[in-house]
């Protein structure tokens, strides 16, 4: 399987390190611990606000993550949990801020639709679909002009493709030759308006040559292949060679938001011939049919992040909630004295 | 004020002079912007900054500091201004110029949703040192002014909709001298602020402008005439119209005290309630169509806090609630003027026709 990934138009010349390649089982297993966790929460009553599942996606964070460097950027979507984790947000803080509490991300003044962690590089969860391509290429100017090296990729569904925003980043990205990688996961709805109704070509990548980057569509929930179509294109945007858009076909396995009936738009009969395809059980075969790693370590992974995940829980309960004096801090960006005179 | 300097700026010129000097210090500035160059990559048939913005306050930039920090931008208002939010959320402090601000339409997300909201809803974990520079404004049924006969889609005063959104900071110069301070202070802010420069002033009004760099306080209104009678409280042109009409008053023995607001939002309540405590009447006077206003929010406020201290209703002389006619006559008819301030100040008094 792993020979069989389907990448970037060439087979990758080498694979992932062994240390990659649990690094991407690892995060793959802990966003579908999270995602599964948070269900479970939402379903007995806990109160954690709007939340959009990424269960199913995982190999589009986790692939894409595993090409880019710490000090890269991402900027993300709606459904943001997974992009967050692979960036490398901690999931305490992650949980805290949905649970509203001051020991959260964004001292739970944000929720689940705006996580964001600069010091990891991650822009920003953001709700307001298309929006956070154009920070993507704000952050890639800002890393030309300062010259750092730094390459920022753009995650944003298939939904997006319909918004005129995405269509001026990607044009802004490519006239200045910006290190952008745009990342599309489609998923196939956005909300309950499949992708056949509301694209008017077979596929995003088929865009890409409006704006005369290379663009490429692979199987989203095969990781190996999600991150040598990535690796690729980061090393183009590295070398100042430009934006690039990978295509992940992928398939989120709940409905739009929490509270989303999918058997009002999708069959049953679709649903599980997507989990079949799995990300991560099929990984997870992968990686022990090649024995590339054994199953003890796996197992091992596996337990440290339901313990991550308790702790995580554990430690939003017992955080204390935002002071009422909150509502009126950070309205506007404090002026450190006389730094800036 | 400073010292008196003998060199007149026109009020273009004098935010040219800002935004020149503040990227002589500071190298993370940019500008982007449409036309903010002008002729963007011919520089090989000989043309380099060919425009230079609606009020040619960017004209120069580039050649002094080259087409990677001075950005002609394709049309895209909500691609480029979104690049902007992006630069200023990861290093550089992105100066963003939204040619008219008609077009805030094509990229009203990126400030109502974006800049004004990203510190707050991420726990104060990212600045964001964002500047949106726009043009505003009628020619007031003047022919002669540049942009005359603009219409209903390149002359409006779109402030309100911009006030209203809490984490945005706006700004309304009305000389060149607060221009140049303003907008110093805008890109010095660690946070995003709109500065709404009025068309006619642009090209037309000069003033002393002092060559060092200096600042005017973002979140101050200035007592620009002091008088005893009555406050009429100007924004941006609408700031000379009070003047004028107090000069007019002044024959009539009325002394009308002129307040300029300069920033809309955070509102100086402060220096309006001092100045109605004093004079106990009040005309705010504003280009903007009235309904939700910034003129009625300034009425409002002074109504709530100092009622007592008012021996008369408050007036607003604003535009009416109809979308800006061609026609020059009609225009001026739209437009406010010190007749309509005049009369309004007549009325509080119980004199005049």
């Known amino acids: 399987m792993l020979q069989q990934s389907n990448g970037i138009g060439r087979l990758a010349q080498e694979l992932p390190s062994r240390e990659v390649l649990l690094w991407m089982y690892e995060r793959m297993t802990l966003i579908r611990e999270f995602e599964e966790r948070l269900k479970w929460l939402v379903e007995t009553g ?199 858009l990978i295509e992940c076909m992928t398939y989120r396995y709940y409905g739009h938001h929490q509270g989303d009936d999918t058997h009002r738009y999708r069959t049953k009969e679709e649903e599980e011939a997507a989990r079949r395809r799995d990300c991560i059980r099929r990984f997870r075969e992968n990686l022990l049919e090649q024995g590339a790693v054994r199953q003890e370590e796996l197992d091992g992974i596996d337990a440290a992040n339901r313990k991550k995940i308790d702790e995580a829980v554990a430690f939003a309960e017992a955080s204390p909630l935002p002071q009422p004096a909150d509502l009126f801090t950070d309205v506007y960006v404090a002026e450190p004295e006389g730094e800036r005179k | 004020m400073i010292a008196a300097a003998a060199r007149e700026l026109s009020f273009g010129q004098a935010i040219n002079e800002a935004i020149r000097q503040e990227m002589r210090r500071d190298p993370t500035i940019v500008v982007m912007g449409e036309d903010v160059a002008g002729g963007a990559g011919r520089t090989h048939l000989g043309f380099v900054d060919a425009w230079g913005g609606p009020l040619r306050a960017t004209r120069g930039l580039i050649t002094e500091f080259g087409p990677e920090r001075v950005l002609d931008t394709p049309i895209a208002e909500m691609g480029f201004l979104g690049a902007g939010v992006g630069a200023a959320m990861s290093g550089l402090r992105p100066i963003v110029e939204i040619m008219f601000v008609d077009l805030i339409g094509c990229c009203y997300d990126q400030i109502m949703n974006q800049a004004a909201k990203m510190h707050y809803m991420m726990g104060g974990q990212v600045d964001l040192p964002l500047v949106i520079r726009t043009a505003y404004g009628t020619r007031g049924g003047d022919n002669r002014t540049y942009g005359g006969g603009a219409g209903a889609q390149h002359s409006q005063t779109l402030y309100a909709v911009l006030a209203h959104i809490p984490g945005l900071k706006v700004v309304v110069p009305s000389t060149a001298y607060n221009a140049k301070g303003l907008t110093i202070a805008a890109i010095r802010d660690n946070g995003p602020v709109i500065i709404l420069e009025h068309k006619f002033l642009g090209l037309r009004a000069k003033g002393p402008v002092p060559e060092e760099s200096y600042t005017v306080p973002i979140g101050k209104a200035e007592i620009v005439r002091p008088g005893r009678d009555v406050t009429l409280c100007g924004i941006g042109r609408m700031t000379h119209i009070c003047v004028e009409a107090a000069n007019s008053l002044l024959a009539e023995g009325i002394d009308a005290e002129v307040v300029d607001v300069l920033t809309l939002s955070p509102l100086d309540e402060d220096t309006i309630l001092e100045s109605v405590s004093r004079t106990r009447r009040l005309v705010v006077v504003d280009e903007d169509t009235p309904t939700a206003s910034v003129a009625r929010d300034i009425a409002a406020r002074v109504a709530d806090k100092g009622f007592d ?45």
């Open chain 1, 46 to 244: 806990v109160p954690v606000g709007a939340v959009h599942y990424y269960t199913g996606q995982e190999a589009c964070a986790v692939g894409v993550c595993a090409a880019l460097e710490p000090s890269d950027w991402i900027a993300s979507t709606h459904r943001g949990h997974g992009h967050c984790i692979a960036k490398g947000v901690e999931v305490q803080r992650m949980m805290a801020e949905l649970y509203g509490k001051s020991t959260g991300s964004n001292r739970g003044k944000g929720g689940s639709m705006h996580i964001t962690d600069v010091r990891v590089g991650m822009l920003g969860v953001n709700p307001i679909v298309g929006m956070g391509a154009t920070h993507a290429v704000g952050a890639a100017l800002s890393a030309k002009v300062r010259k750092t090296k730094q390459v920022a990729a753009s995650f944003f569904g298939e939904g997006a493709a319909g918004i005129g925003a995405l269509h001026e980043a990607m044009n802004l990205a490519a006239i200045w030759k910006l290190p952008v990688v745009f990342v599309c996961e489609n998923n196939g709805y956005a909300q309950s308006t499949p992708v056949e109704y509301a694209l008017s070509v077979p596929h995003i990548a088929d865009r890409a040559a409006a704006y005369n980057m290379p663009g490429v569509t692979v199987d989203g929930q095969d990781v190996i292949a999600v991150w040598e179509a990535a690796v690729s294109a980061v090393e183009r945007a590295r070398a100042g060679q430009g934006p690039s």
């Open chain 2, 309 to 353: 201290n008012l021996d008369a209703p408050i007036k607003t002389v604003t535009a009416p609630d109809t979308p800006i006619p061609f026609a020059a006559v009609l225009e001026a008819q739209y437009t406010p003027g010190a007749v309509q301030v005049i009369s309004a100040v007549h009325a509080i008094f119980g004199t005049g026709a």
